[in-house]
């Protein structure tokens, strides 16, 4: 499974955003999918899950309300709207498939990961 993040850029607080990720293989609709995101000099961390059928949906508590992922199986593809952006979502924003089909925040059952894309909030 290849996974390939995309829709990163330079917004200002308060603004919007809609990350992409597109899946190379049919198969992954199977399996729940995640994104995450990693600021500089810190741990990558969880952000959102959804499961295989897009059914089961949980967040990040830094960003309940504020963002939302879907995924759109027929088309291979993840996405994260991300609205009411602050500073401090500045960060390389990951998309993962899991091993399950339920949702999971725990980043070890990821192992398909996309190359990242960035993503900086200014003021």
């Known amino acids: 499974v290849q996974l390939q993040a995309?829709?990163?850029?330079?917004?200002?607080a308060g603004g919007s955003l809609r990350l992409s990720c597109t899946v190379s293989r049919r198969t992954a609709s199977n399996n729940s999918m995640g994104w995450f995101r990693q600021a500089p000099g810190k741990e990558r961390e969880f952000v959102a899950t959804i499961s295989w059928r897009g059914g089961d949906t949980s967040?990040?508590?830094?960003?309940?309300?504020?963002?939302?992922i879907s995924r759109d199986n027929a088309k291979n593809a993840l996405y994260l709207q991300m609205n009411s952006l602050k500073l401090e979502d500045t960060a390389v924003y990951y998309c993962a498939g899991s091993r399950y089909s339920t949702a999971t925040s725990r980043l070890d059952s990821y192992p398909y990961w996309g190359q990242g894309t960035q993503l900086t909030v200014s003021s």
Do not use: C, H, L, P
């Open 59 to 68: 967040y990040a508590d830094s960003v309940k309300g504020r963002f939302t």
């Open 6 to 12: 995309s829709g990163g850029g330079s917004v200002q």
